[in-house]
């Protein structure tokens, strides 16, 4: 049915100019595969695999099995002091896919919670250990962490935090953006020297006084941002010898995007604590959850008091949702038996050869790659810099592509199943919509 414009005012929409889309909405009404279908019935191919949220495409027939029989079967659990044992098969399936060492879970319900359990728990666990100073936090300009009070205070884009005053204590490291890796393809060659900026920031705070350094190992929102080669093993190095914990935010990277499970894996470099969500139920209901080691979990364990006491004061109500926990173990199911980690790096140099054949169209000013995400930042109009990418993301839906403008930036995510006809459209729409806007 038509919404009128009465009936849309009635939904404040998350991260949307509210009154151009009211005026003009872009609504969806079904999915299936790497297609939407919107409500003039128009195919429209989703370059961004939802929200970087589902890989494995949409309408799974393995998921919409697993959740209506536990609709069925146990439709919610308390998680507090009850348990069902979903919640136990998933947290095992997760710590088989992510790092050794990394072998306990604790669930959310969304990427943003679980960045804010991730720094709750940083800062119970020095306090565990008689270190109750160590309460600061290193975040990284351009970084995105959610959009809690905690993940906008660690996070970096000043847009998302200007309006909301002070949040928690945190500094940041500079970006990792430099104009000598413009256009690389891959991890970028220059850059891994910006990491030693953390040695000044422990100079400057005490490294008694901080507790956690948070990154994303590849910053998806800010436009696919890889890390330059070695930088985070640098990261790694400073962190161990000042005793600060290290959180990987892997909401975006987190089961496959780059090409291995987890960003730790194809990076090379394993965090303390590590951040998840997304694609942890292909999109399908909200989960998210932090993954951490076994010297975390204890330091809990072993200062909680008697063992009836509640050890990390800290959860949701939807915290292993029954239904949730359901569409996790079905979605992680399909990312190992369909072997979609092994079609993210075949069809990754695809991805990366056609989105570089845009340097020369109009208005392109960089792009960047790695795995199955892309990102291309545009030339600014006067005073506008989210203006244009805005215009080209409108033309791309024109064609039949969707595609997700953030700041300066156009992103590409398509999902795991994509073939190399479908990748090679996709660049195709938006090098169309460039030039029609020159």
Known sequence: ???????????????????????????????????????????????????????????????????????????????????????????????ELTPSGLDHVFFTDSGSASVDTALKIARGYWCSLGQPRKTKFIGRIKGYHGVNYGGVGVGGIEFNRAMFGQTVDADHLSHTLLDENKFSKGLPESGAHLADELEEIVLRHGAENIAALIVEPLSGTAGVLPPPKAYLNRLREICNKHDILLIFDEVI????????????????????????????????????????????????????????????????????????????????????????????RAMAPILESAVHTLGDHPYVTDIRNYGLAAGISLQHYRGEPMRRPFEVGLKCLEKGFYVRWGGDTLQLAPPFIVNETQINDLVAAVGESLQELA
């Open 253 to 344: 990277t987190g089961f496959g995007r780059m090409g291995a499970f987890t960003g730790a894996d194809a990076f090379g470099v394993t965090p303390d604590l590590m951040t998840v969500a997304k694609q942890i139920t292909n999109g399908t209901i909200p989960l998210g959850a932090v993954v951490l080691g076994a010297g975390i979990y204890d330091a809990f364990m072993d200062n909680g008091g008697s063992d009836y006491m509640v050890e990390f004061p800290h959860g949701y109500t939807y915290s292993a949702h029954p239904v949730a926990c359901a569409a996790g173990i079905a979605a992680l199911d399909i990312l190992t038996n369909d072997k979609l980690v092994d079609s993210v």
């Open 1 to 95: 049915m038509a919404l009128s414009r009465q009936q849309l005012e009635a939904h404040w929409m998350p991260f949307t100019g509210n009154r151009q889309f009211k005026d003009n909405p872009r609504l969806m009404v079904s999915a299936k595969g790497a297609y939407y279908t919107d409500t003039e019935g128009r195919e429209i191919f989703d370059g961004l695999s939802g929200l970087w949220t589902c890989g494995a495409g949409h309408g799974r027939e393995e998921i919409t099995a697993a959740v209506s029989k536990q609709l069925e079967q146990l439709d919610y659990s308390p998680g507090f002091q009850y348990g069902h044992e979903l919640s136990f098969e998933l947290a095992n399936k997760i710590v």
